[in-house]
């Protein structure tokens, strides 16, 4: 059905004209707060950690509010764990629950307000329209079984459309896409380049067209005028890279050559994009707002970046065995050796006496688990990262760092999600770079409930993430330009200093492959500006 949809589509008129009309106001505020309520996320709960968390060491009550932290991640990983029975399973779940209960009447004592944090209430228009800035828009998807809604709300806008879109057509036409780029089967780690020609497949001009007229033409009169867009994608829309939507469709056609693609109307030229978990947190992103930086030009922020760790194989993921013990050696695993390039050249936007830069043998687990992580407002890790599966009996996402001689359950080359949640961090911004580390736990998981949820949970205020296997090469200078961006102009947004990078990248003529949009776009701004 979906092909025959696609087929048809720049046939049919645009979608109805999005609604403007003040009379049914009410309704609409409705069907957005409804919307929030039915798409409360995993990454969106851990953003509501991070709140919690902070509001309650003002109180003084920060130890509750990691206890509640680690308690809630416990009864997700067993739910999951696969080595309990269904008794021991339930006799778990009811231990961990009566804990949380005893935390939750411990909290409720000495913080009352700390349910408004944990269970929300939704956002309001009017609430939205007051913590976006003047040049700023959301834009909150929800995918319902039969209808896909989208609503653009800004001080000025209040507009919505629906689409007759099912939530099986959402996922086929997602991966409909990614395929358009090569991106097919299990998505991989990063992968590390020699010196031959970078392959790409030729871009689909037309079904990028499609899509950016079928989902944000009715807006597009309202668009124009706001250059930073904070998206909710629901479900399956997480894995779309907005960025890469071509706004004209005049330039749809077939095998556009690699001056076609520098010069192409993406959507990444009109607008900076941030991704949010859920609407509610804007409300926690506003209320956590980072201080500005000095005038200085050189941020203040400490910085931690890990890359380069010893690899010594040549092998994929896929190729990467357990041993007969139960242990993996991820030595096996191809090095990034642009990574050590990326972190370096990262470190150079910062103070010298701040930036801490762990590379080859120091990239370990093992040096992670001696370090105070929770004074560093910018963390860097530029490596392989896997999604749950992806080596044999992986369970749960995990980056790969620096194995230690001997393996031990505790430092065993692999930092897993479950072990980043245990963390307490208080980083502004986390860089996920040279990974897959937008995918979920498995087939069929809720978009960000991997690696990325992990982070949130642990503390981080946000993330840059990679919707698809990233050229070591492109990360590393998409990172250091972002970089270098905002240390040029301190009160850059996140996502605007992307821009600006992913644009330098794709307008490079030296090689002709950095036009497509799999070596310029794969990185994606989440949660706080």
């Avoid at 092909?3 to 645009?14: F, N, S």
């Avoid at 991106?183 to 790409?200: I, K, M």
């Avoid at 001009?205 to 009169?221: G, K, S, V």
């Avoid at 479950?418 to 978009?447: K, M, R, Y």
Wanted: a negative charge.
């Amino acid at each position: 059905m979906l092909r025959l949809i696609l087929a048809c589509a720049l046939m049919l008129p645009l979608p109805l004209r999005a609604q403007e009309d003040p009379s049914p106001l009410q309704r609409t505020d409705l069907m957005f707060q409804m919307a929030q309520t039915v798409q409360n996320s995993e990454a969106a709960q851990a953003v509501q950690q991070i709140a919690l968390r902070l509001a309650a060491k003002e109180q003084g009550l920060e130890p509750l509010a990691i206890a509640r932290r680690d308690l809630v991640e416990r009864i997700a990983r067993t739910r999951t764990d696969p080595a309990l029975d269904d008794a021991a399973r339930r006799q778990r779940l009811e231990e961990l629950d009566v804990a949380l209960r005893v935390n939750d009447q411990a909290l409720a004592k000495g913080f009352p307000a700390y349910l408004d944090i944990v269970a929300p209430d939704p956002l309001t228009i009017a609430e939205a329209q007051s913590l976006l800035d003047p040049d700023e828009a959301l834009i909150q998807m929800h995918q319902g079984k039969d209808w896909l809604t989208l609503w653009l709300i800004s001080g000025r806008h209040v507009l919505w459309h629906r689409l007759p879109v099912t939530h099986s057509d959402a996922v086929e036409l997602v991966a409909m896409y990614r395929e358009t780029m090569g991106l097919t089967g299990t998505l991989r780690a990063a992968a590390a380049l020699d010196d031959e020609p970078v392959a790409t497949q030729p871009f689909n001009t037309r079904l990028a067209a499609i899509l950016y007229q079928w989902l944000f033409a009715p807006f597009q009169a309202e668009l124009a005028q706001y250059p930073h867009l904070m998206i909710v994608a629901d479900k399956s829309w997480i894995g779309m890279p907005f960025a890469t939507l071509l706004t004209d469709p005049a330039q749809a056609g077939s095998d556009p050559t690699p001056d076609m693609l520098r010069r192409a109307s993406w959507m990444l030229r009109d607008h900076a994009i941030t991704m949010l978990p859920s609407a509610v947190s804007l409300r926690a992103a506003r209320a956590n707002r980072p201080a500005p930086l000095p005038d200085s030009g050189l941020p203040t922020t400490t910085l931690l970046a890990i890359g380069d760790p010893v690899f010594t194989g040549t092998q994929g993921t896929d190729a990467v065995v357990r041993a007969a013990t139960g242990t993996v050696d991820v030595s096996q695993l191809a090095p990034l050796p642009g990574t050590r390039r990326e972190v370096r050249a990262i470190a150079a936007a910062f103070d010298q006496s701040s930036a801490q830069v762990l590379l080859g043998a120091d990239a370990s687990e093992k040096m992670l688990q001696t370090m105070d992580l929770s004074d560093r407002d910018v963390i860097v890790f530029a490596t392989h990262g896997l999604i749950a599966g992806e080596l044999q009996g992986l369970a749960e996402p995990a980056l790969a760092l620096t194995p230690p001689a001997m393996i031990t359950g505790s430092d065993d080359g692999l930092l897993t999600a479950g072990e980043v949640a245990g963390l307490t961090l208080t980083a502004d911004w986390v860089v996920l770079s040279a990974c897959n580390t937008a995918a979920g736990d498995g087939a069929g998981a809720e978009g960000l409930s991997g690696l990325a949820r992990a982070f949130f949970a642990a503390g981080a205020q946000a993330l840059l993430v990679s919707h698809w296997p990233v050229r070591d090469d492109a990360a590393a200078r998409l990172t250091a330009s972002a970089f270098a961006e905002m240390r040029a102009h301190p009160d850059l947004r996140k996502a605007e200093a992307m821009r600006r990078a992913m644009l330098a990248l794709m307008d490079d003529d030296s090689d002709p492959s950095l036009s497509h949009p799999v070596a310029w776009a794969p990185f994606f701004v989440v949660g706080n500006r």
